[in-house]
């Protein structure tokens, strides 16, 4: 089974937050792990504001970027499917980055996996009801 994992997702598994567990097992669950190489991007931006904002050191901002490539199987994010995500968004009334996961989703005919609550359930009762599941 191939799983979609987002950003939060990806960051669960270094954060020492109490998602973390659940997200390691992913890891070590036989899944075909996917992420799109967006995600690397969320994540240096959330990393870099956190340094900033003094939650860590440069060091650490930089190891966590550093694990990302060892984590899962990482695809592009092409025109198409970002065109895609911004019809998701529009149509279900979500953010275009959400869009652009739903659209992977769509697209790899995966099931998505998201920290996300917010994604989560702006998808409930809609085509992605089945194929969004949360740590």
């Known amino acids: 089974m191939t799983l979609l994992i987002d950003a939060s997702v990806l960051l669960a598994t270094v954060d020492a937050g109490p998602l973390r567990a659940a997200a390691r097992a992913l890891l070590t669950g036989g899944f075909d792990l996917v992420a799109l190489d967006h995600a690397a991007w969320e994540i240096a931006r959330i990393e870099h504001a956190r340094k900033r904002r003094g939650e860590c050191s440069e ?8 694990v990302l490539p060892h984590l899962c199987r990482w695809v592009a994010t092409t025109p198409a499917l970002v065109r895609r995500g911004v019809e998701l968004a529009f149509e279900l009334g979500v ?5 652009l ?26 085509a992605f009801d089945a194929r969004i599941v949360t740590l």
Request: net charge negative.
């Open 95 to 99: 953010s275009p980055a959400d869009g």
């Open 101 to 126: 996961w739903l659209a992977a989703t769509e697209s790899l005919d995966a099931q998505l996996v998201t920290a996300d609550a917010a994604l989560y359930q702006s998808t409930r009762n809609t």
């Open 59 to 66: 060091a650490a901002a930089l190891a966590t970027l550093d």
